[in-house]
Protein backbone atom coordinates (compact mmCIF):
# COMPACT_ATOMS: atom_id res chain seq x y z
CA UNK A 1 0.00 0.00 0.00
CA UNK A 2 1.63 3.25 -0.66
CA UNK A 3 1.66 6.11 1.41
CA UNK A 4 2.13 9.84 1.16
CA UNK A 5 5.50 9.79 2.82
CA UNK A 6 7.36 13.83 3.43
CA UNK A 7 10.46 13.54 3.84
CA UNK A 8 12.42 16.54 6.66
CA UNK A 9 14.91 15.13 8.85
CA UNK A 10 17.22 11.82 8.69
CA UNK A 11 19.62 10.14 11.26
CA UNK A 12 22.72 8.65 9.93
CA UNK A 13 24.07 6.56 13.05
CA UNK A 14 27.90 5.70 12.08
CA UNK A 15 31.01 5.61 13.59
CA UNK A 16 33.19 5.52 10.70
CA UNK A 17 34.06 9.36 9.55
CA UNK A 18 34.59 8.56 5.98
CA UNK A 19 31.12 6.66 5.57
CA UNK A 20 29.39 9.74 6.93
CA UNK A 21 30.81 12.08 4.71
CA UNK A 22 29.94 9.71 1.56
CA UNK A 23 26.53 9.45 2.90
CA UNK A 24 25.91 13.26 3.50
CA UNK A 25 27.04 14.00 -0.08
CA UNK A 26 24.67 11.16 -1.72
CA UNK A 27 21.74 12.82 0.44
CA UNK A 28 22.90 15.99 -0.13
CA UNK A 29 22.71 15.49 -4.10
CA UNK A 30 19.57 13.48 -3.98
CA UNK A 31 17.66 15.76 -1.45
CA UNK A 32 19.20 19.14 -1.45
CA UNK A 33 18.56 20.76 1.84
CA UNK A 34 17.18 17.46 3.59
CA UNK A 35 17.90 17.61 7.48
CA UNK A 36 20.42 14.87 8.57
CA UNK A 37 21.27 14.45 12.07
CA UNK A 38 24.90 12.59 12.45
CA UNK A 39 25.46 10.22 15.57
CA UNK A 40 28.77 8.96 15.93
CA UNK A 41 28.00 5.77 18.16
CA UNK A 42 25.09 4.22 19.44
CA UNK A 43 24.66 5.62 22.70
CA UNK A 44 25.03 9.19 21.52
CA UNK A 45 22.27 8.17 18.84
CA UNK A 46 19.53 7.05 21.81
CA UNK A 47 20.52 10.29 23.72
CA UNK A 48 19.37 12.30 20.61
CA UNK A 49 16.16 10.19 20.12
CA UNK A 50 15.24 10.41 23.64
CA UNK A 51 16.25 14.03 24.58
CA UNK A 52 16.52 16.12 21.59
CA UNK A 53 13.95 19.13 21.36
CA UNK A 54 13.73 18.33 17.47
CA UNK A 55 10.62 16.16 15.94
CA UNK A 56 11.55 12.46 15.94
CA UNK A 57 13.48 12.30 12.54
CA UNK A 58 11.36 10.60 9.54
CA UNK A 59 13.87 7.52 8.89
CA UNK A 60 16.99 6.15 11.16
CA UNK A 61 19.88 5.02 8.91
CA UNK A 62 21.48 2.44 11.27
CA UNK A 63 25.06 0.96 11.08
CA UNK A 64 25.70 -2.10 13.34
CA UNK A 65 28.76 -2.22 14.26
CA UNK A 66 29.45 0.64 16.40
CA UNK A 67 30.98 1.47 19.50
CA UNK A 68 29.42 1.68 23.48
CA UNK A 69 26.22 0.38 22.15
CA UNK A 70 25.57 -1.41 18.98
CA UNK A 71 23.03 -0.96 15.97
CA UNK A 72 21.10 -3.83 16.94
CA UNK A 73 20.88 -2.77 20.59
CA UNK A 74 19.88 0.30 19.63
CA UNK A 75 17.18 -1.58 17.66
CA UNK A 76 16.32 -3.17 20.43
CA UNK A 77 15.84 -0.07 22.50
CA UNK A 78 14.00 1.90 19.72
CA UNK A 79 11.52 -0.89 19.63
CA UNK A 80 11.11 -1.09 23.32
CA UNK A 81 10.36 2.68 23.60
CA UNK A 82 6.65 4.29 23.22
CA UNK A 83 7.55 7.01 22.05
CA UNK A 84 10.09 5.89 19.76
CA UNK A 85 9.20 2.35 18.38
CA UNK A 86 6.91 3.10 15.03
CA UNK A 87 10.39 5.10 13.86
CA UNK A 88 11.28 3.80 10.30
CA UNK A 89 14.52 1.97 10.64
CA UNK A 90 17.21 0.94 7.56
CA UNK A 91 19.97 -0.96 8.93
CA UNK A 92 23.14 0.76 6.91
CA UNK A 93 26.06 -2.20 7.41
CA UNK A 94 29.75 -3.35 5.74
CA UNK A 95 27.97 -6.72 6.98
CA UNK A 96 26.34 -9.11 4.58
CA UNK A 97 25.74 -11.82 7.16
CA UNK A 98 22.92 -13.73 7.22
CA UNK A 99 22.84 -13.85 11.29
CA UNK A 100 23.03 -9.68 10.83
CA UNK A 101 19.89 -9.67 8.27
CA UNK A 102 18.04 -11.95 10.30
CA UNK A 103 18.68 -10.44 13.70
CA UNK A 104 17.75 -7.21 12.33
CA UNK A 105 14.83 -8.44 10.54
CA UNK A 106 13.67 -10.22 13.94
CA UNK A 107 14.19 -6.94 16.18
CA UNK A 108 12.26 -4.87 13.94
CA UNK A 109 13.89 -2.97 11.31
CA UNK A 110 12.48 -1.57 8.54
CA UNK A 111 14.90 -2.57 5.66
CA UNK A 112 18.76 -3.61 5.68
CA UNK A 113 21.16 -2.63 3.25
CA UNK A 114 24.79 -3.74 2.99
CA UNK A 115 26.92 -0.59 2.28
CA UNK A 116 27.97 -0.33 -1.02
CA UNK A 117 31.49 0.23 -2.41
CA UNK A 118 30.70 3.10 -4.74
CA UNK A 119 29.05 6.69 -4.81
CA UNK A 120 26.88 5.70 -7.53
CA UNK A 121 25.71 2.78 -5.46
CA UNK A 122 25.28 4.67 -2.45
CA UNK A 123 23.09 7.10 -4.32
CA UNK A 124 21.02 4.56 -5.62
CA UNK A 125 20.64 2.54 -2.48
CA UNK A 126 19.40 5.87 -0.91
CA UNK A 127 16.79 6.31 -3.57
CA UNK A 128 15.85 2.80 -3.35
CA UNK A 129 15.21 3.20 0.41
CA UNK A 130 12.91 6.29 0.14
CA UNK A 131 10.68 4.72 -2.20
CA UNK A 132 10.79 1.87 -0.04
CA UNK A 133 9.64 3.46 2.89
CA UNK A 134 6.70 5.36 0.40
CA UNK A 135 5.47 2.16 -0.46
CA UNK A 136 5.50 0.05 3.19
CA UNK A 137 5.81 3.46 5.39
CA UNK A 138 6.75 2.33 8.91
CA UNK A 139 5.36 -1.22 8.33
CA UNK A 140 7.82 -3.82 8.18
CA UNK A 141 7.96 -5.63 4.79
CA UNK A 142 7.81 -9.34 4.20
CA UNK A 143 11.42 -10.93 4.57
CA UNK A 144 11.66 -11.18 0.76
CA UNK A 145 11.82 -7.92 0.16
CA UNK A 146 13.66 -6.84 3.58
CA UNK A 147 17.13 -6.16 2.08
CA UNK A 148 17.56 -3.65 -0.63
CA UNK A 149 20.04 -3.83 -3.38
CA UNK A 150 20.94 -1.33 -5.86
Known amino acids: M ?3 FKWNHIILADDDDDDCTIFTEALASLHPGLKLSISANGA ?3 DHLVQSPEPIPDVIFLD ?3 P ?3 G ?3 LQDIRSNASLKDNIIIM ?3 SSNNDDIESSYNEGANFFITKP ?3 GGLCG ?3 KAFSSVTEYGSTQPPRKDFVLHA
Open 44 to 46: ELI
Open 68 to 70: LKS
Open 117 to 119: ISF
Open 72 to 74: IDC
Open 2 to 4: KTE
Open 125 to 127: LIT
Open 64 to 66: INM
Open 92 to 94: LTT
